[in-house]
Each structure stands twice: as structure tokens, then as C-alpha cells.
């Protein structure tokens, strides 16, 4: 048997789909300034500790590819100095890298059991159906929208709730949610209800990297709603609070 | 149980996440006192409060410390404090927004320790998902730094200290602290044995002290309060406010800061009620990790010993709360589908147990369940619990046993009924 057919017997492995023996990968269609990247994701940890970069390092190749590819693999391994093996493990490992092109809109659905049975369940399945799309993180036929179902997103307050590109929309309702991705899918860009503006998945990809400008640090996107506040509400009301300081203090 | 904002006490304000915000209510504050203080009497001070780790384990967070800063010999810049903040427990909400809103409170904290502990440097790992987390600690930190209370020389005291922001990308194991640090050095997030622990060969095989994000968060309160101030807060043993993340069939979902040992029954009445005016039927008191709990707890304090008690955990107070509609085997499917899918897969009982657990869910959910399977549950249970590195597995035991311990019926009613005795019940096909 040959090399060919082993790696053909399991294409949807996503370990056979970022090593290939038969595309090797090549580093250099990233530019220079991706190569700049990399080096200020290196900077930031101590010598003896480049390899800490990776995680970011992966993000940043998403950033430019929309996917791991085994370009991106290749072009970690060079500037860390390790195995393309030792890259595809890491990469293979995480959720978060994508092994297919990934659309514009990132839509991840929590189905976890708080927001499933508070309706999250029916949002994923009714979005399925609204683009037309297959389980298991599918893009729409434009290229707009990836639809992936997520594990809990640490909102369960706001359950039930989905993100686009990583950013909250709260409270989602099968209507809404398909709201949502209709007005994404025609070019509009519905504001997240905790989350900077959106932009695409490749330039959120970069700041999960760690790079961040004026615009992109969003001073002052909305970062809490209803449930979050509703503590200090309460205690606003009934005039209740932490005792103030003792002595000693 | 009175309300008691102590972290959130921020919330609402005007951009607290600003530093110029933050500084005008008590913001740094803390620091600038614990810069006056020796390294170890705020160790002591840490100890004498008694702070136990938010994250879960309650492990008090002094005596942590004083692990990492015991080897005198160690110069300063050799070892490290790293937080975890990959929040992503099931159920559990709390430090997303108070990163979110609140991101110097952690910062501050972070500085403290590692003043306290003599390090230099502190890694922040967030989870990948959470970019506005990302965002907001990764301004936090340049504003920090530009005020000077971060980078060299802090304050004209002769302290330097860095924090590097790290995102993750997207794994439920790399809240265990040891594939945490296996992660932030760039490798698959998979548990290391231990012995040896973090405080010894941690980060870069360095002495490291790994803390969550409301136990740093917490820390200048206490410098500014003093231990006895923050002890009297809570129970004994259970000392200061806990963030109550309240989500599910409550009418005012959301976080609620309260004294450790506030009961669910004051918790569902600061929340409103139940949405649904249905009874209360089962939850957790602090995410899917923590065996479920039922009515006859509505009146026990929730705090890290009275839990233990009643073979629960307090884990991170995530309280979800269900009524009476819905299914328990339901619910207990999809939490074990999602340890299915995080086991890291580096030892066969978690990664096999957890593979097999699905397939009976599915059997009970599709109605070709038998009863012997409920039996063939509880013995996978016994297999996984207890014979892996890290807690994961255990975690994953936690829904089937408990939920089998308090509603054995209704997993016969689904042998019997042949699936879902609920109305309104459907398989979800491929959503896992």
C-alpha cells in the first residue's frame, strides 16, 4: 500500500489534512510582515521560552490563511525551530484551529447543556437549516458564514447565547439568531451585545494573537448587560453592601 | 443573606475597565500599600485571611504562595505566577466578566503576589474564545504600565514586574493547572503527573504559583481591608463574598455577590424566583464538575465545607438551576458529551469512559436503552473516578453518578417509555 492511500483512507482527520505528505508546506506565502509578527510573539516570552509562541503563532497564520494549513504549519515549525510533527500535534489538538477555510463570520452556537435546553439546541438547529449547511462546522456557499456548535462559552447567564467571531450576541432566540446571520450574509454587521464591532475571522484571528490597535481595543464596546449587573442592582436597592474596612486597614 | 459587592462592586459604574476609572474608586490603592509591607508579612497576611482559591479546588491561596517563595536561594526573576483564567467549565460565568469590566482589580492582584512571592513575571491565560477578555486585560495592562505600576522600578520601589497576556485556543483541559502550564509553553494541553507540583517545577520548570482570577482579584481587598475584615465576610473555614453565577430557569439570571453560605433558596429569591413558576428540581452549586444537588439542599449554605458534606463540591459557585420540565438524563447526556469531547485523551479511563458514557446516553435518549445499562453506568463510573491524572474524568463521573443517586426513576422511565418521557423531547442529530 502506498503512502497515497493510507492518508486517503481518512480524510476527515484533520492530522492527515495539515501534514500531507505529498505538500509539504510552504513557509514562504507568508510576507514579511507575518514574519515580523512572529518575532514580537516571541519577544514576549522569556528567553529559553520561545516555544510558548505557538499558540499565538497558530492564531497568527489563521489570521492571514482563515485555516491551518500546512503552509502554516511549516512557516510555525521555521520560526520556532521544531517539527512540523511537533506543530501538527499542537495544532491537531485545539478546537480553535480551523482545518477547512473558514468563512467570514465565525457563528458559534453554545449547545452545552445550560444554553441547549434553554433553547440553544433549537438555535443551532434552525441556523443548520436557515444556511443550508451540515453539521460539524460547515461555511454557507458565499463564504460569509461558519456555522460551528460550541461547548459552554462561560455566559450562562445570558443563556442562551451564540458569538460571532468570538463576540456575544445574548439572549438569542431562533428569530433572532437567524436575523442575525441573514443581515451578515447581506453585508451588514449587527452589533454583538457584549463585544467590540465586529470584523472578520481572519482579523479577529489577529487579535487573539495578541495584536491590538487603537480601534480594535474598542474602549468602548459594551461589556456587560442585564444579568451582569443584576447583583449589584439588587443590592443598589435594598441599600445592602460589603461592610466598609476595619481597623487595621 | 445580605448582598455584599466586593469584586463586582465596580459593575455598572463608568468604564471601570479605564484606569483613570478604576483609579477613582480605591484602584491601586492596594498595591500601593502592599509595596509598603515585606514580602512575607503580606504572605501572612494572605494566610491569616484565609483566602481559598476561586477556581474550584479552594486550596488556600497563602499557603500556595508561601510554597513559591520558600526557596530563598532562587533569584527574583526565577519563577513565575501564572493565572488561569480559561474559564470554561460548564455553567460557570464569573471571571469572562469580571475581566470583562473589571480587568485591573486581577492586575493589581497579580502584582501583589508577585511582589508577595518575588517574582518578576506573570502570564495571564485566557481562554482563545474570550477575545473581549483578551482585549480588555490586554489594555488593562499597557495602561498599567504607563501609569507605572508595571514595568521597572514600579512606584520608585525598586520592584519589576511584566505580565505577558496569552490567549489559548480552545481546550476545557487547560484549566487544569498542570496542562495549563503544558499549554503555555506551547505544547498539547495534557495533565502532568504530580508529584512534582507547579510550586516547585512549574512554568519552564520554574517555581510557579497558578491562581484563578477572582482569588487575584480578591487580593487587594484583603491589603486594603486586612485578613480579619475579609475573614469576617463569610463562614468559618469559608471566608470572604462568593460571586454566585446564577443561570437557568431562575427570573433574573446573572452574578450575585453574597457571603459564602448564602443557601439556594435565598439565591433563587435574589434572582426573582423560578422563570417558569415550576418547582425546583435540581443543580449544581458550582458547575457540571460538582455533583447535583435537590430540593432537600434548598437551605444548605453554600460554601466549601457545608457542600462537601452532602458529597458535593462548592467548586466556582456556578449555580444552575433547573425546574421540574426538565430531564435530568437530558441534561446529564449533554455534560457528558462535553467531556467527551475535552478529555485530553492521555489516560484510557477518562478518554474511553467518557466515549462509552455517550453511547448509552444516546441509547437511553433514542429508546433502546436497557436497564442493565444504568448499572453498566454506575460501573464505568467507578472505573473512571479516581484513575486518571487530573480531575477531568472525575468531573465527568460527577453528573452520571449524582443524577442516577437522586433520579433513578426517571433513567427507568426512559428504559421503560423507550426515550424521553418529556414532552417536547427530540434527538438532536449531529449537534455532537
Same mark, same amino acid.
Given at each position: 500500500?502506498?503512502?497515497?492511500?493510507?492518508?486517503?483512507?481518512?480524510?476527515?482527520?484533520?492530522?492527515?489534512?495539515?501534514?500531507?505528505?505529498?505538500?509539504?508546506?510552504?513557509?514562504?506565502?507568508?510576507?514579511?510582515?507575518?514574519?515580523?509578527?512572529?518575532?514580537?510573539?516571541?519577544?514576549?516570552?522569556?528567553?529559553?521560552?520561545?516555544?510558548?509562541?505557538?499558540?499565538?503563532?497558530?492564531?497568527?497564520?489563521?489570521?492571514?490563511?482563515?485555516?491551518?494549513?500546512?503552509?502554516?504549519?511549516?512557516?510555525?515549525?521555521?520560526?520556532?525551530?521544531?517539527?512540523?510533527?511537533?506543530?501538527?500535534?499542537?495544532?491537531?489538538?485545539?478546537?480553535?484551529?480551523?482545518?477547512?477555510?473558514?468563512?467570514?463570520?465565525?457563528?458559534?452556537?453554545?449547545?452545552?447543556?445550560?444554553?441547549?435546553?434553554?433553547?440553544?439546541?433549537?438555535?443551532?438547529?434552525?441556523?443548520?437549516?436557515?444556511?443550508?449547511?451540515?453539521?460539524?462546522?460547515?461555511?454557507?456557499?458565499?463564504?460569509?458564514?461558519?456555522?460551528?456548535? /460550541?461547548?459552554?462559552?462561560?455566559?450562562?447567564?445570558?443563556?442562551?447565547?451564540?458569538?460571532?467571531?468570538?463576540?456575544?450576541?445574548?439572549?438569542?432566540?431562533?428569530?433572532?439568531?437567524?436575523?442575525?446571520?441573514?443581515?451578515?450574509?447581506?453585508?451588514?454587521?449587527?452589533?454583538?451585545?457584549?463585544?467590540?464591532?465586529?470584523?472578520?475571522?481572519?482579523?479577529?484571528?489577529?487579535?487573539?494573537?495578541?495584536?491590538?490597535?487603537?480601534?480594535? /481595543?474598542?474602549?468602548?464596546?459594551?461589556?456587560?448587560?442585564?444579568?451582569?449587573?443584576?447583583?449589584?442592582?439588587?443590592?443598589?436597592?435594598?441599600?445592602?453592601? /460589603?461592610?466598609?474596612?476595619?481597623?487595621?486597614? | 443573606?445580605?448582598?455584599?459587592?466586593?469584586?463586582? =462592586?465596580?459593575?455598572?459604574?463608568?468604564? *471601570?475597565?479605564?484606569?483613570?476609572?478604576?483609579?477613582?474608586?480605591?484602584?491601586?490603592?492596594? @498595591?500601593?500599600?502592599?509595596?509598603?509591607?515585606?514580602?512575607?508579612?503580606?504572605?501572612?497576611?494572605?494566610?491569616?485571611?484565609? @483566602?481559598?482559591?476561586?477556581?474550584?479546588?479552594?486550596?488556600?491561596?497563602?499557603?500556595?504562595?508561601?510554597?513559591?517563595?520558600?526557596?530563598?536561594? %532562587?533569584?527574583?526573576? =526565577?519563577?513565575?505566577?501564572?493565572?488561569?483564567?480559561?474559564?470554561?467549565?460548564?455553567?460557570?460565568?464569573?471571571?469572562?466578566?469580571?475581566?470583562?469590566?473589571?480587568?485591573?482589580?486581577?492586575?493589581?492582584?497579580?502584582?501583589?503576589?508577585?511582589?508577595?512571592?518575588?517574582?518578576? =513575571?506573570?502570564? %495571564?491565560?485566557?481562554?482563545?474564545?474570550?477575545?473581549?477578555?483578551?482585549?480588555?486585560?490586554?489594555?488593562?495592562?499597557?495602561?498599567?504600565?504607563?501609569?507605572?505600576?508595571?514595568?521597572?522600578?514600579?512606584?520608585?520601589?525598586?520592584?519589576?514586574?511584566?505580565?505577558?497576556?496569552?490567549?489559548?485556543?480552545?481546550?476545557?483541559?487547560?484549566?487544569?493547572?498542570?496542562?495549563?502550564?503544558?499549554?503555555?509553553?506551547?505544547?498539547?494541553?495534557?495533565?502532568?503527573?504530580?508529584? *512534582?507540583? *507547579?510550586?516547585?517545577?512549574?512554568?519552564?520548570?520554574?517555581?510557579?504559583?497558578?491562581?484563578?482570577?477572582?482569588?487575584?482579584?480578591?487580593?487587594?481587598?484583603?491589603?486594603?481591608?486586612?485578613?480579619?475584615?475579609?475573614?469576617?465576610?463569610?463562614?468559618?473555614?469559608?471566608?470572604?463574598?462568593?460571586?454566585?453565577?446564577?443561570?437557568?430557569?431562575?427570573?433574573?439570571?446573572? =452574578?450575585?455577590?453574597?457571603?459564602?453560605?448564602?443557601?439556594?433558596?435565598?439565591?433563587?429569591?435574589?434572582?426573582?424566583?423560578?422563570?417558569?413558576?415550576?418547582?425546583?428540581?435540581?443543580?449544581?452549586? +458550582?458547575?457540571?464538575?460538582?455533583?447535583?444537588?435537590?430540593?432537600?439542599?434548598?437551605?444548605?449554605?453554600?460554601?466549601?465545607?457545608?457542600?462537601?458534606?452532602?458529597?458535593?463540591?462548592?467548586?466556582?459557585?456556578? %449555580?444552575?438551576?433547573?425546574?421540574?420540565?426538565?430531564?435530568?438524563?437530558?441534561?446529564? $447526556?449533554?455534560?457528558?458529551?462535553?467531556?467527551?469531547?475535552?478529555?485530553?485523551?492521555?489516560?484510557?479511563?477518562?478518554?474511553?469512559?467518557?466515549?462509552?458514557?455517550?453511547?448509552?446516553?444516546?441509547?437511553?435518549?433514542?429508546?433502546?436503552?436497557?436497564?442493565?445499562?444504568?448499572?453498566?453506568?454506575?460501573? @464505568?463510573?467507578?472505573?473512571?473516578?479516581?484513575?486518571?491524572?487530573?480531575?477531568? +474524568?472525575?468531573?465527568?463521573?460527577?453528573?452520571?453518578?449524582?443524577?442516577? $443517586?437522586?433520579?433513578?426513576?426517571?433513567?427507568?422511565?426512559?428504559?421503560?417509555?423507550?426515550?424521553?418521557?418529556?414532552?417536547?423531547?427530540?434527538? @438532536?442529530?449531529?449537534?455532537?
Amino acid at each position: 500500500m502506498s503512502e497515497e492511500q493510507v492518508f486517503d483512507a481518512e480524510p476527515a482527520n484533520f492530522r492527515t489534512s495539515v501534514i500531507q505528505l505529498d505538500r509539504p508546506g510552504d513557509p514562504s506565502v507568508f510576507d514579511v510582515s507575518t514574519v515580523a509578527d512572529a518575532r514580537a510573539i516571541i519577544a514576549r516570552y522569556p528567553e529559553g521560552g520561545a516555544r510558548s509562541a505557538l499558540l499565538p503563532m497558530l492564531h497568527l497564520v489563521q489570521s492571514v490563511q482563515g485555516q491551518v494549513s500546512p503552509d502554516g504549519i511549516a512557516f510555525c515549525a521555521d520560526q520556532l525551530n521544531i517539527t512540523k510533527a511537533q506543530v501538527a500535534a499542537v495544532a491537531t489538538f485545539y478546537t480553535m484551529y480551523k482545518k477547512n477555510p473558514t468563512g467570514d463570520y465565525l457563528v458559534s452556537v453554545c449547545t452545552n447543556t445550560l444554553c441547549g435546553m434553554l433553547g440553544g439546541d433549537d438555535i443551532y438547529a434552525a441556523l443548520r437549516e436557515h444556511l443550508g449547511v451540515a453539521a460539524g462546522g460547515e461555511t454557507t456557499g458565499d463564504g460569509t458564514v461558519t456555522l460551528e456548535h /460550541a461547548e459552554c462559552l462561560a455566559a450562562c447567564d445570558y443563556a442562551p447565547v451564540l458569538t460571532v467571531n468570538y463576540e456575544f450576541f445574548d439572549n438569542q432566540t431562533v428569530e433572532s439568531a437567524k436575523a442575525i446571520t441573514t443581515e451578515l450574509r447581506n453585508g451588514a454587521k449587527p452589533t454583538p451585545t457584549r463585544g467590540a464591532p465586529l470584523c472578520t475571522f481572519k482579523q479577529i484571528e489577529r487579535q487573539i494573537a495578541g495584536f491590538f490597535d487603537e480601534q480594535t /481595543a474598542a474602549p468602548d464596546a459594551p461589556s456587560i448587560g442585564t444579568p451582569g449587573l443584576a447583583g449589584v442592582k439588587l443590592a443598589a436597592d435594598r441599600g445592602e453592601s /460589603a461592610p466598609s474596612y476595619g481597623e487595621g486597614a | 443573606m445580605p448582598l455584599t459587592p466586593v469584586l463586582t =462592586q465596580r459593575f455598572g459604574t463608568e468604564k *471601570p475597565w479605564l484606569i483613570e476609572n478604576y483609579e477613582k474608586l480605591n484602584g491601586y490603592a492596594g @498595591l500601593k500599600k502592599a509595596l509598603t509591607l515585606q514580602p512575607d508579612d503580606l504572605i501572612t497576611m494572605v494566610k491569616d485571611s484565609n @483566602l481559598r482559591g476561586r477556581g474550584g479546588a479552594g486550596f488556600p491561596t497563602g499557603l500556595k504562595w508561601s510554597f513559591v517563595a520558600e526557596p530563598r536561594g %532562587v533569584e527574583r526573576g =526565577q519563577r513565575y505566577v501564572v493565572v488561569n483564567a480559561d474559564e470554561g467549565e460548564p455553567g460557570t460565568c464569573r471571571d469572562l466578566p469580571l475581566m470583562m469590566n473589571d480587568p485591573h482589580s486581577m492586575i493589581e492582584g497579580i502584582i501583589i503576589a508577585c511582589y508577595a512571592i518575588r517574582a518578576s =513575571q506573570a502570564f %495571564v491565560y485566557i481562554r482563545g474564545e474570550a477575545i473581549h477578555a483578551i482585549r480588555r486585560v490586554t489594555a488593562a495592562v499597557q495602561q498599567a504600565k504607563a501609569r507605572g505600576y508595571l514595568g521597572t522600578n514600579i512606584l520608585g520601589t525598586g520592584f519589576d514586574c511584566e505580565i505577558v497576556v496569552h490567549g489559548g485556543a480552545g481546550a476545557y483541559i487547560c484549566g487544569e493547572e498542570t496542562a495549563l502550564l503544558d499549554s503555555l509553553e506551547g505544547r498539547r494541553g495534557q495533565p502532568r503527573l504530580k508529584p *512534582p507540583f *507547579p510550586a516547585t517545577n512549574g512554568l519552564y520548570d520554574k517555581p510557579t504559583t497558578v491562581n484563578n482570577v477572582g482569588t487575584l482579584a480578591s487580593v487587594p481587598y484583603i491589603v486594603l481591608g486586612g485578613a480579619d475584615w475579609f475573614k469576617a465576610l463569610g463562614p468559618e473555614g469559608s471566608p470572604g463574598t462568593s460571586i454566585y453565577s446564577l443561570s437557568g430557569r431562575v427570573k433574573n439570571p446573572g =452574578q450575585y455577590e453574597a457571603p459564602m453560605g448564602t443557601t439556594l433558596r435565598e439565591l433563587i429569591d435574589l434572582a426573582g424566583g423560578m422563570s417558569r413558576g415550576k418547582e425546583m428540581k435540581f443543580f449544581t452549586p +458550582g458547575g457540571s464538575s460538582t455533583p447535583m444537588l435537590t430540593p432537600e439542599h434548598l437551605d444548605l449554605p453554600l460554601d466549601f465545607d457545608s457542600v462537601v458534606k452532602v458529597g458535593s463540591m462548592n467548586g466556582t459557585s456556578a %449555580v444552575m438551576i433547573f425546574d421540574e420540565d426538565d430531564c435530568v438524563v437530558r441534561a446529564t $447526556k449533554k455534560w457528558v458529551e462535553f467531556y467527551k469531547h475535552e478529555s485530553c485523551g492521555k489516560c484510557t479511563p477518562c478518554r474511553e469512559g467518557t466515549y462509552w458514557y455517550v453511547g448509552i446516553y444516546e441509547r437511553l435518549e433514542n429508546g433502546t436503552a436497557t436497564i442493565e445499562d444504568v448499572e453498566t453506568l454506575l460501573d @464505568l463510573s467507578d472505573n473512571i473516578l479516581g484513575r486518571s491524572f487530573c480531575a477531568l +474524568g472525575d468531573g465527568a463521573t460527577s453528573p452520571v453518578t449524582s443524577s442516577i $443517586k437522586y433520579f433513578r426513576d426517571e433513567y427507568v422511565r426512559h428504559v421503560e417509555n423507550h426515550g424521553c418521557p418529556y414532552p417536547g423531547a427530540r434527538v @438532536l442529530a449531529g449537534a455532537h
